[in-house]
Antibody, heavy 123, light 107 residues
Framework: EVQLLEFGGGLIQPGGSLRLSCAAS????????MTWVRQAPGKGLEWVSS????????YYADFVKGRFTISRDNSKDTLYLQMDSLRAEDSATYFC????????????????WGQGTLVTVSS | DIQMTQSPSTLSASIGDRVTITCRAS??????LAWYQQKPGKAPKLLIY???NLQSGVPSRFSGSGSGTEFTLTISSLQPDDFATYYC?????????FGQGTKVEIK
């Protein structure tokens, strides 16, 4: 069974940094692109960032470009999201999701998703 | 970026009703369209991909259709487990975008 487990969320002051992790199991992690999606409290879903299977290609939504960095460690089956210069509007639950393989990325839906980790940016 | 607009934002329905949710894209997305279901406090769950393909394990009362810029999700006979928020998503390129969601409530 594919499982994704996010951790690393918490309360952080504006301007601060936080690193989220997503531990994957149940599939060959290094064969799949991975993605982060966020959801502010009571709001809809926003794609944040994606990374190719090897980690050589990364993609970001405009609202995080230059502040967030996606990366992965295929030896540890783990995806990361380094979040710097955090703002109040970055407060959200951050989900990681399994994306496509090398043949069909990015033309793939996200499945499955982790349970999410909550990030709150507040002084 | 391709914008996705769902309607309605909220839908009140009864058990057994046929329910239809519409999603419009700002540009043609050539079939790269998915639907997700999300319940409060839970992660989204993939229901349909590539417009009309049912994800494994999803009940057959769910169906998807459409082309170009207009797409629909239909629940043929609403069940108690179906009260949730539904999102469409386009994945026609690296910048994947979601609709704003449709909440299906009990009438």
């Amino acid at each position: 069974e594919v499982q994704l487990l996010e951790f690393g969320g918490g309360l952080i002051q504006p301007g601060g940094s936080l690193r989220l992790s997503c531990a994957a199991s149940g599939f060959t992690f290094s064969n799949y692109a991975m993605t982060w999606v966020r959801q502010a409290p009571g709001k809809g879903l926003e794609w944040v960032s994606s990374i190719s299977d090897s980690g050589s290609r990364t993609y970001y939504a405009d609202f995080v470009k230059g502040r967030f960095t996606i990366s992965r460690d295929n030896s540890k089956d783990t995806l990361y999201l380094q979040m710097d210069s955090l703002r109040a509007e970055d407060s959200a639950t951050y989900f990681c999701a399994k994306d496509g393989d090398n043949w069909n990325f990015p033309n793939t839906a996200f499945d499955p998703w982790g349970q999410g980790t909550l990030v709150t940016v507040s002084s | 970026d391709i914008q996705m607009t769902q309607s309605p934002s909220t839908l009140s329905a009864s058990i057994g009703d046929r329910v239809t949710i519409t999603c419009r894209a700002s540009h043609i997305i050539t079939g790269w369209l998915a639907w997700y279901q999300q319940k409060p406090g839970k992660a989204p769950k993939l229901l349909i991909y590539e417009v009309s393909n049912l994800q494994s394990g999803v009940p057959s009362r769910f169906s998807g259709s459409g082309s170009g810029t207009e797409f629909t999700l239909t629940i043929s006979s609403l069940q108690p487990d179906d009260f949730a928020t539904y999102y469409c998503q386009q994945y026609n390129g690296y910048s994947r975008t979601f609709g704003q969601g449709t909440k299906v409530e009990i009438k």
